[in-house]
């Protein structure tokens, strides 16, 4: 499962509010996505800032992480800032694949720089530009 949030990953997860000006809900046939938002939904800064949660089932772990890759790829939102290309760079990072992560795992990487590689905010900004 992944939630999407009109957060700005490159602001500290700063809220997003704003309005949805194009959305698009990928198309799988094994995938649920539960959402509320539309074209032209708002987005206020007083509540959670959730916008859709993915999700997908597999046999096993690496075909749901390759299924969920691929959700990801294709959702798009703009007019907000949003965790989607954040979380594309995460789930293929090879310690996720491999399932050695823990819970202070994020706070390390982020900690170490390991994050400082922009391809996530590159490709968030070109979602939301």
């Given at each position: 499962e992944c939630r999407i949030n009109a957060e700005d990953p490159a602001s500290d997860f700063a809220p997003s509010p704003g309005r949805i000006d194009a959305?698009?809900?990928?198309?799988?046939i094994d995938a649920r996505?539960?959402?509320h938002c539309r074209p032209?939904?708002?987005?206020?800064?007083f509540y959670d800032s959730?916008?859709?949660n993915l999700m997908v089932r597999r046999q096993f772990r690496t075909q749901a992480i390759?299924?969920?890759?691929?959700l990801?790829?294709?959702s798009h939102i703009s007019g907000v800032a949003t965790t989607i290309g954040f979380q594309r760079?995460?789930?293929t990072r090879p310690e996720f694949r491999r399932g050695e992560i823990?819970?202070?795992w994020l706070s390390s990487m982020l900690e170490s720089g390991d994050v400082v590689d922009t391809e996530w905010t590159a490709r968030s900004a070109q979602v939301i530009a």
């Open positions: 959305w698009q809900n990928p198309r799988y996505i539960d959402t032209g939904s708002g987005v206020p800064p959730l916008l859709a390759d299924a969920m890759a691929a990801l790829e294709d760079f995460l789930i823990w819970t202070g």
